[in-house]
């Protein structure tokens, strides 16, 4: 039963937004992940390398292959992922549980050694949060529907560019903005969803 365009009301009688209604898998990110604020290092990378893998993707692949993929980059432990060589390099690109993409595995070690290198100025944690307050100031409240959610903002371009500028590759304005959807930098949840604050 839809009460809204963009809002859906599940059996369990909570409002969500329509993509995160159904499947399940969906329905536990919406809930539980999607705009929620995260900290931390390890966090923080393993969504940026999601991110980046999800590009050209529905975000619903990279979700059935979430634990793959933590499995395959060592849990996400950027000092381990940074030291890879060729030789898993290659066993990335056999493993069938993740995203075989050449260009995005070498954006991940190269994001690893980057987020390695960041910690002499605060860390990834401080980096991606020191966003907030001017993705703040350019909203102008929630967003009654998807068509409201930019595909990327100021702030996103901003982010993207000082990320660039520190070494992290396949981050451009969008995945930048799916970023901070996702880490709770930004909340579009929209209005009428369970989960909007």
């Known amino acids: 039963m ?9 059996d369990d009688g909570l409002a969500r937004c329509r993509w995160g209604a159904a499947p399940e898998l969906y329905r536990a990110y919406h809930d539980d992940d999607w705009g929620r604020p995260l900290h931390g290092e390890r966090a923080l990378f393993e969504l940026l390398t999601l991110e980046a893998f999800q590009s050209g993707l529905a975000w619903i692949t990279i979700l059935r292959k979430r634990e793959a993929f933590r499995a395959a980059f060592d849990g996400f432990d950027p000092e381990r992922v940074a030291a890879y060589g060729d030789a898993d390099v290659a066993r990335l690109l056999a493993d069938a549980g993740i995203v075989r993409n050449r260009a995005k595995v070498a954006a991940a070690i190269r994001n690893a050694r980057a987020t390695l290198a960041l910690r002499e100025d605060g860390g990834l944690d401080a980096l991606l949060w020191s966003f907030a307050d001017a993705a703040a100031a350019e909203r102008a409240g929630r967003p ?23 070494g992290f590759a ?17 909340d579009d949840h929209v209005a009428g969803c ?4």
Do not use: C, K, N
């Not at 369970?194 to 604050?197: F, K, P, V, Y």
């Open 2 to 10: 839809a009460d809204a365009p963009d809002v859906v009301v599940g």
């Open 144 to 166: 009654a529907t998807f068509a409201d959610v930019p595909a990327s903002t100021a702030t996103s371009r901003a982010m993207a560019r000082e990320l660039r500028r520190r």
């Open 170 to 186: 396949f981050v451009g304005p969008t995945v930048a903005y799916a970023l901070m959807q996702s880490a709770g930098i930004v």
């Open 194 to 197: 369970h989960r909007a604050a």
